[in-house]
């Protein structure tokens, strides 16, 4: 009760007020800004949804799959004459075996 009685004496710094003030006006504009995109943002989701669903057909578990999907990209990328974004290593050849070997190549 005490800091009650004295709280009429503190004074507010004026600079203090003034960040205080200029704090809730840009929370407001900023509320206000995002209200306004809202609409905007949610058009967006749907067109975004709709020309990316070829990817949810395609679930890319299968590591060939995405390699697939990389190169067909990519020779997209190069038809553009644009550089490559992603550089592909060739398959390694079989090791070879010895004569006379007849065992299974290891794995």
Same mark, same amino acid.
């Given at each position: 009760?005490?800091?009650?009685?004295?709280? @009429?004496?503190?004074? #507010?710094?004026?600079?203090?007020?003034?960040? *205080?003030? =200029?704090? %809730? =006006?840009?929370?407001? $504009?900023?509320?206000?800004?995002? !209200?306004? #995109?809202?609409?905007?943002? %949610?058009?967006?989701?749907?067109?975004? $949804?709709?020309?990316?669903? =070829? =990817? !949810?057909?395609?679930?890319?578990?299968?590591?060939?799959?995405?390699?697939?999907?990389?190169? $067909?990209?990519?020779?997209? @990328?190069? *038809?553009?004459?644009?550089?490559?974004? $992603?550089?592909?290593?060739? *398959?390694?050849?079989?090791?070879?075996?010895?004569?006379?070997?007849? !065992?299974?190549?290891? *794995?």
């Amino acid at each position: 009760m005490a800091r009650l009685m004295r709280a @009429h004496e503190i004074e #507010v710094d004026p600079l203090a007020q003034a960040l *205080a003030n =200029f704090e %809730e =006006f840009r929370c407001r $504009v900023n509320l206000q800004f995002l !209200s306004d #995109v809202r609409p905007n943002e %949610e058009r967006d989701l749907k067109r975004f $949804v709709e020309e990316t669903d =070829f =990817f !949810s057909d395609d679930p890319l578990d299968d590591p060939d799959g995405a390699y697939a999907l990389i190169r $067909v990209l990519e020779e997209n @990328h190069k *038809a553009d004459g644009l550089p490559p974004l $992603v550089q592909f290593l060739e *398959a390694a050849p079989p090791p070879k075996q010895p004569p006379g070997d007849t !065992s299974a190549p290891p *794995a």
